[in-house]
């Protein structure tokens, strides 16, 4: 009769790593799924757009609240701005002051020459 053993196979070991303090193990590691994390809806990652006429109603409540627009209270003006616009509009616009920048630049490139030729040419005919 043969006497059969069975096959141990050796027991698992737990083996500090240097300097971290963690203790690894000599067990097979099975690939644990990525952590799932919740990534915002489409509409987060996406920038408010604004027509024409919104960007009109965002110029007039600028023109409008611009009394409230002082030195300590920048943020509380803007938050107002945007609040504002999301009642009127119905769009969240996330930086109302980010916006009019860029509305200010554009109106600089486009419009600035064409008001320096006008100022020239009226100063031109008001010289004698």
């Known amino acids: 009769m043969s006497s059969q053993t069975p096959s141990l196979s050796p027991a698992p070991t737990i083996l500090a790593s240097r300097g971290r303090g963690r203790a690894t ?5 099975t690939q644990s799924p990525a952590p799932q994390t919740q990534s915002p809806a489409p509409a987060d990652n996406l920038r408010t ?23 300590g209270k920048k943020g509380a003006f803007w938050q107002k701005i945007r609040m504002l ?16 920048r860029i509305l200010l630049q554009q109106f600089e490139v486009q419009r600035l020459p064409q008001m320096r030729q006008l100022k020239w040419s009226c100063g031109a005919r008001l010289s004698p």
């Open 25 to 29: 193990s000599s067990l097979p590691q």
């Open 49 to 71: 757009r604004l027509n024409d006429e919104e960007k009109l109603h965002l110029v007039r409540f600028c023109i409008e609240y611009q009394v409230e627009h002082v030195k």
């Open 85 to 100: 616009l999301k009642e009127q509009i119905g769009k969240d616009l996330r930086d109302p002051h980010s916006t009019m």
